[in-house]
């Protein structure tokens, strides 16, 4: 039985009680068990948060940039020292497997280190100017207070993703993790107290979008909102930011199409699309929603995936054994079982999997069994919606053509997959395939030095990389006559 820990608000370096009594209860999909209470912010508490952020930019902002950049150091030092102990605490909140956990972990480092890499490589620039004695000079400034609203599937990096560049920039931030998963935030608060970070420069407030995010976007104090979640939620973010005309970046949900030429590896291509589609128990927005393969290598390529999924081993994700954990709550589970069930009442024929898992560990927790389904048409619902799951869907195509027609049938544009020996293929689909983010003949994963964006209703912006931390700065023109 783990201990249950009681978790305060995180404001200005220091555990803070918030003002209501109400705590949410933090439970471990895999098991039901519960993991900790943490307190649920009023908007009281928001504002609270916001101001102390408010007071702490002044210093942190005219800081050096290298100086900045240390604190982050500092910080990657101390993730690395509890690495294993960050990846639990991931695992038994969020329910993935420990293996997935750790690459997590590692990846959360890599984004903090390349804002902290290149803080000092945000570069304005000096013009000529309109008259004789004149300069213009094109600074790059921060904006001031951050606020970042986290989802649930990556709870440490989606974190890291803002914290990293935010800080590096010279803004100041406050952040609210997902209510389901706010325990790696709140341990990477505590890490960043032994780092030294000057108080107020990184705060934590815990609760619900409609009160607690609400306030963050609202609140005239915040500069800038960097979410990452639910398309839906999105589009209320950015309603609600439009009333301060305030800058948002949003990473929001996504339909990856997995192309599967007749040239392809087709070995290599059903091992990345298993990947791609069930890591995390497919919680990825950039999973392998929807998987197009060429006629001509249809059938080996299902053979490959039905002996692939089928060795998919389900269960606690804590055991070493285990490639797929819980989805992350009974109503996530049910979500999916209802889309594969329309489907099914669509044409779909169920291959593997389809249904809740049952008896022993599975009726503690949120389980769901691979599935793959077969016969699903490109205008059926399962291959429209963002299905969030452990569900793939194979589609046949005749040939490139109709793979890319289908594949841009989409309100998503987030990432894609393709593969194929033909360079030919490669050229056409980098410019007709819209989709911010395209891996080529490899699995899912993007990197710290990338840039992780999508178009329509894949969000707005983006993040990582030298694009992603331009963001969070602004522009000030300085006409300088001497």
Same mark, same amino acid.
């Given at each position: ?41 009023? %908007? ?5 948060? &916001? ?34 102990? &960050? ?8 329910? %993935? /497997?420990?293996?997935?956990?750790? !690459?997590? !972990? ?58 990293? /560049? ?9 952040? %609210?993790? #997902? ?42 104090? +915040?500069?800038?909102? +960097? ?24 990473? &929001? ?76 709550? %009974?109503?996530?589970?049910?979500? !999916? ?32 069994? /691979? ?81 992780? #964006? ?29």
């Amino acid at each position: 039985m783990t201990d249950v820990r009681n978790y305060d608000l995180f404001v200005g370096g220091e555990w803070v009680p918030a003002t209501a009594e109400e705590r949410d209860t933090i439970r471990n999909p895999a098991t039901g068990e519960t993991l900790a209470t943490v307190a649920v912010a009023s %908007k009281d508490d928001v504002d609270r948060a &916001l101001n102390v952020a408010q007071e702490a930019f002044g210093t942190w902002s005219r800081l050096i940039a290298t100086d900045r950049a240390d604190y982050l150091y500092k910080l990657i030092d101390l993730i690395r020292r509890d690495e294993d102990r &960050l990846a639990r605490i991931i695992t038994t909140e969020n329910g %993935k /497997p420990l293996k997935e956990a750790k !690459v997590e !972990v590692n990846f959360a480092i890599q984004l903090i280190r390349f804002a902290a890499e290149n803080a000092r490589r945000l570069e304005g620039n000096i013009i000529p100017g309109s008259r004789p004695g004149e300069k213009i000079l094109i600074e790059k400034i921060p904006h001031g207070v951050v606020a970042g609203i986290s989802a649930w599937n990556f709870p440490l990096a989606l974190t890291a993703r803002k914290l990293g /560049p935010a800080l590096a920039a010279g803004n100041t931030f406050v952040i %609210k993790p #997902h209510e389901l998963t706010p325990l790696a935030t709140l341990a990477l608060a505590e890490l960043s107290v032994e780092a030294g970070f000057p108080k107020g420069v990184f705060n934590v407030v815990t609760g619900g979008g409609a009160t607690v995010g609400n306030q963050l976007v609202t609140s005239p104090i +915040t500069k800038l909102i +960097t979410m990452t979640g639910s398309t839906p939620a999105g589009r209320k973010i950015m309603a609600a930011a439009s009333e301060g005309l305030k800058e948002v970046r949003l990473e &929001l949900g996504g339909k990856a199409p997995f192309i599967v030429m007749d040239d392809a590896d087709i070995e290599a291509a059903a091992t990345a699309a298993v990947s791609a589609r069930f890591m995390n128990c497919g919680q990825v927005c950039t999973a392998n929603e929807r998987t197009y393969v060429h006629e001509a290598v249809y059938d080996r390529f299902l053979d490959l995936l039905r002996r692939k999924i089928a060795d998919i081993k389900v269960g606690n994700p804590l055991d070493p054994e285990t490639t797929m954990g819980p989805k992350i709550s %009974k109503a996530e589970m049910e979500k !999916v079982d209802g889309m594969v069930k329309r489907a099914v009442a669509q044409g779909a024929k169920v291959e593997l999997g389809g249904r809740e898992l049952t008896g022993g560990i599975y009726d503690t927790g949120n389980f769901y069994a /691979p599935t793959l389904l077969t016969n699903v048409t490109n205008e059926m619902d399962i291959s429209q919606d963002e299905v969030f799951g452990p569900v793939l869907s194979l589609i046949k195509v005749q040939d490139f053509d109709e793979a890319l027609m289908m594949a841009n049938k989409s309100r998503y544009g987030l990432s894609a997959y393709m593969f194929t020996q033909d360079l030919k293929k490669v050229m056409r689909m980098s410019n007709e395939l819209n989709f911010g983010e395209i891996y080529v003949n490899r699995e899912g994963g993007e990197a710290a030095q990338g840039f992780h #964006h999508g178009y329509g209703d894949s969000g707005i912006g983006g993040e990582d990389g030298q694009y992603g931390l331009e963001a969070y700065v602004d522009t000030k023109t300085i006409y300088l006559n001497y």
